[in-house]
């Protein structure tokens, strides 16, 4: 079971609902990141935080999606309204800081079904 | 624009067989790093190549960073079941700690 906790591990919803992820990192990592992965694909950086504020969203759809983590601890990804594209996995991993080689550790991730 | 491409897309052999998984990019990167990732479950850190031309072996799993710093080969020997599963190459950017990934090889090992 991954160290980085993620929930909930499924969901099915309708087009045009809202739908949130959460995520809480391994403690003391101050690195957060928010991925998208299409099955058979790597994931895709949708938001990166270092501690409470964000380092890069811009390959964030906002707007339909925000993310926030506001006590730079556990974070939450959020999508108003959903599409049938946001068919997706959605893995949060978290790293202990910023160095080019620091490892990054993953959730097993929310896979999500828009119907 | 994959900036890493992996090849082959889908591999499937049988057990014991062995393969080689390739990380090709155009750019030159400071470091490569393997990930394998089970059905239903994130990605696994499985290795972190630095140098060129390094190898590096982890049991039946020998990584190799291409001299140019620009290609990986993952070679596995005597494939087991258990190697089942996405075989992912991420190069980190240039700044923010953050990686691009590869496009993925999936491995199904039939027992």
């Known amino acids: 079971e991954a160290e980085v906790a993620q929930s909930p591990r499924y969901k099915i919803t309708e087009k045009s609902q809202a739908v949130a992820f959460w995520c809480d990192p391994i403690?003391?990592?101050?690195?957060l990141y928010w991925y998208r992965q299409i099955l058979g694909q790597g994931p895709e950086l949708l938001v990166q935080f270092q501690d409470e504020s964000v380092v890069d969203d811009s390959q964030l759809p906002k707007d339909r999606f925000s993310a926030e983590r506001l006590k730079g601890v556990d974070s939450t990804l959020k999508i108003q309204p959903a599409e049938l594209g946001d068919s997706a996995m959605y893995l949060c991993?978290?790293?202990?800081?910023?160095?080019?080689?620091?490892?990054?550790?993953f959730g097993d991730g929310t896979r999500l079904s828009i119907l | 624009t994959q900036l890493l491409e992996q090849s082959p897309q889908f591999l499937s052999i049988q057990e014991g067989e062995n393969l080689t998984v390739y990380c090709n990019s155009s750019?030159?990167?400071?470091?490569l790093q393997w990930y394998r990732q089970e059905p239903g479950e994130g990605p696994v850190l499985l290795v972190t190549?630095?140098?060129?031309?390094e190898v590096k072996k982890l049991k039946r799993l020998t990584f190799q960073f291409g001299d140019a710093r620009k290609d990986s080969s993952l070679h596995i020997t005597a494939a087991q079941p258990g190697d089942t599963g996405l075989y992912l190459c991420?190069?980190?950017?240039?700044?923010?700690?953050?990686?691009?990934f590869g496009t993925g090889t999936s491995l199904t090992v039939i027992p």
């Open positions: 750019s030159v990167f400071s470091s």
């Open positions: 403690s003391g990592h101050a690195t």
């Open positions: 991993a978290s790293s202990p800081g910023t160095g080019v080689n620091q490892p990054q550790h």
């Open positions: 991420a190069g980190p950017k240039n700044t923010g700690n953050q990686f691009y």
């Open positions: 190549v630095v140098t060129g031309g």
